[in-house]
C-alpha cells in the first residue's frame, strides 16, 4: 500500500510499462468521457490504458482496484445516471482521492444524484464491503489482480457477485512462466504489478475451477522495463511479461449446446458499424458470422443477447473453436 500514494506520486513515477500500456483505439465516446475526468483522478491512476467494455448502458458496475477512480468515472458516463458504479480499493489514500472529487464529477455530468461509490475493503473479500450475491451486470479491474496474494479468491469473489450472465472484464499482467522466488519477493517489483504476475496458463485453470467461461483474449502486448537492475532480475531464466486483457462470462449451464449463426444489430453506442469482440471474433453490423458453441452461449445469455440475433447453425471450418487463446 505504501508504494502507491506515497513512493508513485503519479503514473509518470512507473520503472515499467505494465500500468501504462494502451489496448486498442478508444472509440470518440469514451475519449471524450476520459476529457471530462479531473486531473488529479487521472494523474494519480496506475491501471494498464483504459479498461472499459461495450454496452454499457443502466448497468451496475464494480472496480476491484480503483484506485483514484478515474476508469470509475468514466463508466459513471457510460452507464448513464440510471446505471450505477462501485469502485473498491484497499489503499486509503487513493480511495480518498476518488471520494473528494464525486461532487465535482456529478456537476460536470449534470447528474442530479451521484451514480458513484467508493470503498476502502479487499477484492478477496467482497462481502466484508457488503456487496451482495448477483448484485452486479459487469465487474471491471484495471492491473490490480497481479497485486493479490490469493487470485482464486478474487476471481472467485467476483463470480459470487455477478448476475447470471455477467462479465468480468479485466486488464493485467501474466508471466510466461511461473515466478522464481526472488521475483516473487521483490518489493519494487510487486509495486510496478511484476512480481504477482499469474503464468496465464494458471489463469485458464482458475476460471474453469470457479465457473466462468474460457477467458477471451481480447488485446494483448509486451511489457517494456526501463530499468536495468530490475531488468537484469526479471531476465533470469528467460521469464517474459505481457499485458492483457481478458473477459469471462458467467454462462448458465446447458444455456447453448452447439454452434450457431449471428448477425450483430449495430446498436451498441461507439460501436454501432463494428464490434471487436476479442481477438478471435470481430461482428460487423448485418453480417452473418459463424460461431462456436461457447461465443453463442456467451451472446445467448449476456447482456449482448438483445445486440445480436442468434439462431442454431453448423460452423465454418475455419472458424476459431473457442474465444481464448
Request: proline share 3%; net charge negative; glycine share 10%.
Amino acid at each position: 500500500q505504501d508504494y502507491y500514494g506515497k513512493e508513485l506520486q503519479k503514473s509518470g513515477d512507473l520503472k515499467t510499462n505494465a500500468c501504462v500500456t494502451s489496448a486498442r483505439p478508444l472509440p470518440k465516446v469514451v475519449r471524450d468521457a476520459l476529457e471530462r475526468v479531473h486531473e488529479e483522478v487521472v494523474a494519480r491512476y496506475y491501471g494498464c490504458g483504459l479498461v472499459i467494455p461495450e454496452c454499457l448502458a443502466s448497468c451496475r458496475i464494480l472496480d476491484l482496484g480503483s484506485g483514484s477512480g478515474r476508469d470509475c468515472y468514466l463508466l459513471s458516463q457510460l452507464v448513464g445516471e440510471r446505471g450505477h458504479v462501485t469502485g473498491i480499493d484497499m489503499t486509503k489514500g487513493q480511495v480518498e482521492v476518488a471520494k473528494r472529487h464525486i461532487a465535482y464529477h456529478m456537476d460536470k455530468f449534470g447528474y442530479q444524484n451521484p451514480n458513484v461509490e467508493f470503498l476502502e475493503g479487499y477484492m478477496e473479500k467482497l462481502g466484508d464491503a457488503g456487496l451482495a450475491d448477483e448484485s452486479y451486470d459487469i465487474v471491471v479491474s484495471n492491473c490490480v489482480i497481479n497485486l493479490s496474494p490469493d487470485k482464486r479468491a478474487v476471481l472467485q469473489e467476483a463470480y459470487r457477485v455477478l448476475k447470471t450472465g455477467g462479465e468480468m472484464y479485466f486488464s493485467d499482467v501474466y508471466a510466461s512462466q511461473r515466478l522464481s522466488e526472488t521475483i516473487r519477493k521483490h518489493r519494487v517489483l510487486w509495486g510496478e504489478c511484476l512480481a504477482g504476475a499469474l503464468y496465464w496458463r494458471d489463469l485458464y485453470i482458475i476460471a474453469e475451477e470457479v465457473g466462468f467461461s474460457p477467458p477471451c483474449l481480447v488485446t494483448a502486448s509486451p511489457v517494456t522495463i526501463g530499468n536495468k537492475e530490475l531488468e537484469s532480475i526479471t531476465g533470469e531464466g528467460g521469464c517474459r511479461f505481457t499485458s492483457a486483457t481478458f473477459r469471462l462470462f458467467k454462462v448458465p449451464s446447458g444455456s447453448w449446446t452447439g454452434p450457431g449463426q449471428v448477425i450483430y444489430n449495430g446498436g451498441i453506442m461507439g460501436h454501432e458499424r463494428e464490434l471487436v469482440f476479442d481477438a478471435n471474433f470481430t461482428f460487423k453490423e448485418g453480417e452473418v458470422v459463424d460461431v462456436d458453441a461457447e461465443m453463442a452461449a456467451i451472446l445467448q445469455s449476456s447482456r449482448f443477447a438483445e445486440e445480436f440475433l442468434i439462431r442454431a447453425g453448423k460452423t465454418n471450418a475455419a472458424t476459431p473453436q473457442g474465444c481464448c487463446c
